[in-house]
C-alpha cells in the first residue's frame, strides 16, 4: 500500500506539471505552441487514467478514454513537427489522423478493456503500433528539419518524440508482462516529464507565450518594425531566403542584433515563426519559376530556393498553396 502511494505522488508530480505547461502555452497565438500545449494535455488526461488504474477499479468507459487520448498524442506529435517545417495551417484532411481516437471515445462502452479478453488483445497491441508508426513518422519529419527549423527546436522535437516513445516502451513492456507492474508506467511519464521540462527551460522559445516574452523584450514596436523592414530588405535584395543553410544566427549576425530579438520581431510583426517567415520567400520564388519554366524540374527547383531536399519542399508548398508542386504545374498548364 505504500509503494502505491509513494508511486501516486511521485506520478501526480509529473501530471501537475504537464497540466501546468499544457495550459500555459494554450494561450499562446502561435500554432507550433497550441499543438505542443495539446500534446501535452491530452497526454496528462491519458496519465490521469493510469494512475487512478493503480488504485482503483475504473469503469469500461473511462479505460477506453485514456486509450482515446493516447491515440491522439501520435498524430498531436507529428502535426507538430509539421508546423514546425513552416505548415501554417491544420487542414480537414489533417483531422483524419484522429479517426482512431474518435473511435474509442463513441464505442468507449462497448471495445473491450479487460486483460485476457482477446480482443482487447488484439485492439491494445493496435493502440501501441499505432503509437510506434507515429514515432516512425515524426523521425522523418526530424531528418527533414536539417537546415530548414533552428537547431534548438530541431533538438527539442527529437527529444519529445524519444520521450514519448519510451513511455510507449513501458506500456509495451508492461503489455507483454516483460514489466509486472503497472504503475512503471506513470512513473516513467513522471520522470521524462521532469526532464523534458528542464531540457525546453534550456531550449531558445519553449514554455515562454508571447505576451510575456515581448513584455520583457527592450525592443519598442517602432524599433520591431524597423528590424522587420531590415529582414526583408535581406530577403527581397539581398535573397538571404535563398541560402540552404540560413538561420536565425544567419540573420542576428546580418542585422547585429541577438537571435533571440529576431526571432521576437518574427514572431510579434508577422505572427510566423522563423521557418514559415523564411518559407514564404522561397515557395513564392518557387512559384515564379514553376509559371515561367514548365520544363525545369521540380527537384531543381527546391534546391536552387534554399531547401535540402524535396519532401520538405513539397510539405511547404503544400502548406502555403494547398497544393503540391506538380498538382499547380499542372493547374497552371
Not at 485476457?116 to 519529419?141: A, D, E, K, P, Q
Not at 515581448?214 to 525592443?219: C, F, N
Request: glycine share 6%; with cysteine; charged share 15%.
Amino acid at each position: 500500500m505504500e509503494n502505491i502511494i509513494v508511486v501516486s505522488v511521485l506520478s501526480s508530480a509529473g501530471l501537475g506539471l504537464s497540466f501546468f505547461f499544457g495550459f500555459f502555452l494554450l494561450r499562446d497565438s502561435r500554432l507550433d505552441n497550441k499543438i505542443l500545449a495539446l500534446i501535452l494535455i491530452v497526454l496528462s488526461l491519458r496519465m490521469t487514467k493510469s494512475i487512478f488504474y493503480t488504485a482503483m477499479d475504473l469503469p469500461l468507459f473511462i479505460k477506453n478514454l485514456g486509450i482515446a487520448a493516447n491515440t491522439a498524442v501520435g498524430p498531436l506529435l507529428f502535426l507538430y513537427g509539421s508546423v514546425l517545417l513552416g505548415k501554417t495551417r491544420i487542414a480537414e484532411k489533417d483531422f483524419l489522423h484522429f479517426i482512431p481516437s474518435l473511435a474509442y471515445v463513441l464505442f468507449c462502452n462497448n471495445i473491450p478493456n479487460e486483460e485476457g479478453n482477446l480482443l482487447w488483445i488484439v485492439t491494445y497491441g493496435m493502440v501501441l503500433v499505432h503509437s510506434f508508426i507515429y514515432v516512425f513518422f515524426s523521425i522523418r519529419s526530424y531528418g527533414k528539419m536539417q537546415g530548414n527549423v533552428d537547431a534548438g527546436l530541431r533538438r527539442w522535437y527529437i527529444q519529445i518524440t524519444g520521450a514519448l516513445a519510451t513511455i510507449w516502451l513501458v506500456y509495451s513492456l508492461i503489455f507483454l508482462t516483460v514489466i509486472p507492474t503497472y504503475s512503471f508506467g506513470p512513473l516513467a511519464f513522471s520522470i521524462l516529464m521532469f526532464l523534458l521540462v528542464y531540457v525546453g527551460f534550456n531550449t531558445r522559445k519553449l514554455f515562454q507565450i508571447e505576451g510575456k516574452k515581448y513584455a520583457a523584450s527592450k525592443i519598442t514596436d517602432e524599433e520591431g518594425e524597423a528590424i522587420l523592414q531590415q529582414l526583408k530588405r535581406l530577403m527581397e535584395s539581398d535573397r538571404f531566403y535563398l541560402r540552404s543553410d540560413l538561420s536565425l544566427t544567419n540573420l542576428a549576425d546580418a542585422l547585429h542584433i541577438s537571435e533571440r530579438d529576431v526571432s521576437l520581431v518574427i514572431n510579434k510583426h508577422t505572427s510566423q515563426n522563423f521557418s514559415s517567415f523564411v518559407n514564404g520567400y522561397r515557395i513564392e520564388e518557387a512559384i515564379e519559376r514553376l509559371n515561367s519554366n514548365q520544363d525545369e524540374k521540380i527537384l531543381a527547383i527546391a534546391m536552387d530556393v534554399g531547401f535540402n531536399n524535396l519532401s520538405s519542399f513539397n510539405q511547404a508548398f503544400k502548406s502555403i498553396t494547398g497544393r503540391t508542386p506538380s498538382e499547380f504545374r499542372a493547374k497552371a498548364v
